[in-house]
């Protein structure tokens, strides 16, 4: 009689921005909030319990598909419905006191990393600051094409981040100081801002 073992899946390789196509864009999007109503450090962890709270539905379902059901930790991987042919998946690989990061898994529409953070203004008393500041290129031609190109996964990518600021906002309480801050910076290019 032949011995059988079970598969064993095996991990997806992150997909780090330098195996990417085209330019490499660092974006980052931001809000401040006056007053919020529990400290920086108690809001970020409510986030990483609650991350697809945060996310458009309907632009960026995130579904954790390995790791436990509560808080994210390293290792935990999320699988990502975007709208259009964009889905991909993710994996935390870092968590901090006032940051958590994830990186880009194989067949990801982009390749590289996207960081949140939530800290203390770094002039404005009483004030904290969230943000998303993402380093990445395109996966592939196709994607550099459809992406950056025609401009399609472009703003959806925009709209879903700019709405997971705006929640996160709204959940903080206290006074949103600006709307939510975009900064999109081209490899080689000046940083351009759209208010």
Known sequence: MQKTFPLIAMPKPEQPAHTGSGPLFERRYWVDVQHPRQPAEELLRYIECHLPDFSP?????????????DCLAVGDEYNIKILGPWNGDV???EVGADFFELATLESHPEAGRIRFSLRPHATLPATMRFEIHSWARS??????FTYDTLGLGRRVQQQ???????RVADYCGGLQLVPVQVETIKQDET?????
């Open 191 to 195: 940083p351009v801002t759209n208010a």
């Open 91 to 93: 994996r935390v690989t």
């Open 57 to 69: 539905d309907l632009l960026a379902d995130f579904e954790k598909s390995k790791g436990a059901h």
């Open 160 to 166: 879903t981040w700019e709405t997971f600021c705006q």
């Open 139 to 144: 996966r592939d031609g196709l994607v550099a």
